[in-house]
């Protein structure tokens, strides 16, 4: 069956089952597979062919069936699926192969500090043993590619646990050696090892192509913000983002997909019906929940894909897929206005600054980054996520990071997009010259001098007219609670608030109270300094939103957005937890061009736990959203159910009011 386009309603079905389990697939029942799986509106899954344990679900040749099986059960799953009109990419472990490992030791990948990256002897933490693609085992996962397409229909492949890794085992030292790769140089031995991992790439995909042209190919880990290294490899790309676990939260899927759906690819979002992390037996999210996820996942443009894990006797459970059949009975009633809708947006976050924290096949973005992102999707502004490589110029306003080092070839881009019009935020450290006072940006409205003297410093936002209903007071010093920077405007730039500093930092021998020392004087600097469309932030006020969630950095940047990114493409009446997102889908011959309103209602309850929950929904009322529109609506109603929603029009704005709002809604501007 051809895979494409994706499907929006999609399982993942994990199966790592340990060799343990000696009653694999006992109780699978081909029909009620199936059955169970079309009465839960699922049109897409994706079946496992190898598991991270190593073992084979179907009679291979090449790799080892799990001892507990004793028929094709991979088989009898394409079968039954495909007679159901279900798409089903195969599933197969690269970077983590329990068995291959064991039976090549020679094929597992050796850490920088000497140890064998798997668990430790004796241990139960948490782990897999993981494999050098560039040793022989790469020539066994082309053995196996080719054995499963030749053995079945295939649909796609998903390839899982495709991160890249250095290897300082004897055999890898020696190849990085002999590619004059110095070993004490981490940033050549990374760049090696994503070299690496990219020859593997186009090799796999090549291969794959040559049996199974139609076929999708994705690979799972790569979703990083030098994703565009992969993007030519994949069909498309997954997001895998379980906002329980721990792992990634409810942010992340937010920031990371508003960078891969820039590459021009579709884009799934994988959450899971699980209370924390894969392998939660027993684990289960409420309706509330799983619609609230499945709707962030859409709103951002996404198909979705709902992680599961089959039981090892091969029974779905009916309880999962209730719940899942509740999710998605509402996604296929909304199927007309989500296929070819485009998300818009108005600005692009650079995907640039220094990374905090680096896990391996989980995606972040620089603190700046991602704090930008959870501020823009509280106030409204429709925005993206682009590397340096990116058109800027369809974007009214850029942000960059705090720490961003620009070359000379950004530096002209940004210059020549400043030029023509695009308005450009930058904070801190960002795009500093080599002299340390003057900055590579031709337009930039301050000259630097030093960083601030103590942590924190103190903002005292004068002159900066707040939004309204923002509490934000002029003579109110608001601590800012990392490192802030001394500026000094140049001539012709409107400078915003005033610096200052306290009468210490703490240490060991200057310490005040509980905390930090209180405001003592102006630093005779600002907070913020424009000249033109140019805005410079004295304190990265993006990070620190991002580290510290205070509410009085995002009020600052609401009031100094207007001269930057003034007739906005929306303007909600809402608190920040519900989420507004634009998208437009062209004429058909069956309706007009479509603007289209997705509203998000974020209702986490109190918890003690690191990670909150929103398993809990409830109505609200009296919302409201300006959306710009360049002509007057036919008509403004909900859907899927086609019920007008009430609306105003001034000017270029037209008013949709909404009477309640319970997790989810969508408002359709027509004409």
């Given amino acids: 069956m051809n895979a494409m386009p994706l499907r929006y309603r999609q399982i993942h079905l994990d199966f790592h089952t340990s060799p343990h389990c000696l009653d694999v697939g006992v109780e699978f029942d081909a029909n009620e597979f199936a059955r169970t799986l079309q009465e839960a509106h699922v049109n897409a899954i994706n079946i496992f062919a190898k598991c991270h344990h190593g073992y084979s679900y179907y009679p291979t040749k090449v790799g080892v069936v799990h001892p507990g099986l004793h028929f094709d059960l991979l088989g009898a799953q394409i079968e039954a699926l495909h007679h159901a009109n279900i798409v089903c990419p195969i599933y197969v472990s690269i970077l983590w ?74 055999w890898g030292q020696e190849q990085m050696r002999a590619a004059g790769v110095p070993l004490d140089d981490d940033h050549a031995v990374w760049e090696f090892a994503r ?22 190919i994705y690979y799972n880990g790569t979703i990083k913000r030098d994703m565009r290294r992969i993007v030519d490899y994949a069909t498309h790309l997954e997001v895998e983002s379980l906002p329980t676990s721990g792992t990634w939260g409810y942010l992340h899927y937010p920031v990371m997909v508003r960078q891969a759906r820039t590459y021009g690819k579709p884009t799934i979002g994988m959450t899971g019906r699980f209370h924390n992390f894969w392998g939660d037996f027993g684990g289960l999210k409420t309706a509330d929940q799983l619609l609230y996820e499945c709707a962030v996942i859409v709103a951002a443009g996404g198909r979705i894909s709902i992680g599961d894990q089959l039981h090892p006797r091969g029974r779905l459970d009916p309880a999962v897929y209730r719940l899942v059949g509740s999710a998605y009975a509402r996604i296929e009633q909304l199927e007309p206005w989500l296929v070819d809708a485009t998300p818009l947006a108005e600005a692009a976050v650079l995907a640039l600054g220094p990374l905090h924290e680096d896990v391996d096949g989980v995606g972040s973005q620089s603190p700046d980054v991602e704090g930008a992102i959870q501020m823009f999707i509280e106030m409204g502004v429709q925005c993206d996520v682009v590397d340096a490589a990116a058109d800027i110029s369809r974007y009214r306003l850029v942000v960059l990071p705090d720490g961003a080092e620009v070359d000379e070839a950004l530096g002209a881009k940004l210059n020549d997009y400043v030029a023509g019009g695009g308005a450009l935020i ?10 340390g006072s003057s900055f590579v940006l031709a337009e930039a409205p301050v000259r630097y001098r ?20 923002s509490e934000l007071a002029d003579d109110y010093d608001y601590a800012f609670y990392d490192q802030a920077h001394v500026v000094e405007p140049l001539p012709g730039a409107i400078a915003y608030g005033d610096l200052r500093r306290a009468y210490f930092s703490r240490t060991w021998a200057t310490f005040m109270g509980h905390q930090h020392a209180p405001v003592d004087r ?150």
Wanted: glycine fraction near 6%; charged fraction near 20%.
């Fill in 97 to 170: 192969d329990e068995l291959a490992g064991q039976q090549h030791p020679e094929w597992v990948i050796v850490n920088k500090d000497g140890r064998v990256a798997s668990r430790a002897p004796l241990s139960n933490a948490w782990g897999w043993t993981t494999l050098d693609i560039s040793t022989g085992y790469a020539d066994y996962v082309m053995d196996q590619v080719t054995e499963l397409a030749k053995m079945y229909e295939v649909d796609g492949f998903w390839f899982d646990i495709c991160f890249p890794k250095p290897n300082y085992s004897p």
């Fill in 195 to 216: 070299r690496k991992q990219e020859r593997f790439f186009a090799r796999l995909s090549q291969h794959v192509k040559s049996l199974a042209p139609e076929a999708t």
């Fill in 450 to 469: 030093e960083a601030a003297p103590t942590t924190p410093s103190y903002l005292r936002p004068t002159g900066i007219a707040p939004t309204p209903g």
């Fill in 426 to 435: 930058f904070s801190g450290t960002a795009a500093r010259a080599a002299d």
């Fill in 522 to 671: 102006s630093l005779n600097a600002p907070i913020a300094v424009r000249r033109g469309k140019v805005l410079y932030l004295a304190a990265p006020l993006f990070s620190g939103y991002k580290k510290w969630d205070y509410w009085a950095y995002r009020a600052i940047v609401e009031a100094l957005l207007p001269d930057l990114l003034p007739d906005r493409l929306l303007y909600p009446h809402a608190p920040g937890w519900v989420e507004c997102s634009l998208h437009a889908q062209p004429a058909t011959a069956e309706h007009p061009p479509r603007t289209i309103l997705h509203l998000i209602a974020y209702q986490a309850r109190r918890t003690l736990q690191q990670i909150p929950h929103v398993d809990q929904a409830w109505t609200v009322a009296d919302l409201s959203v300006r959306v710009r529109c360049a002509q007057p609506p036919a008509r403004v109603y909900l859907a899927p159910n086609g019920k007008d929603v009430p609306y105003t029009r001034e000017g270029d704005y037209v008013t949709v009011t909404l009477p309640k709002l319970t997790t989810y809604a969508v408002v359709v501007i027509e004409g």
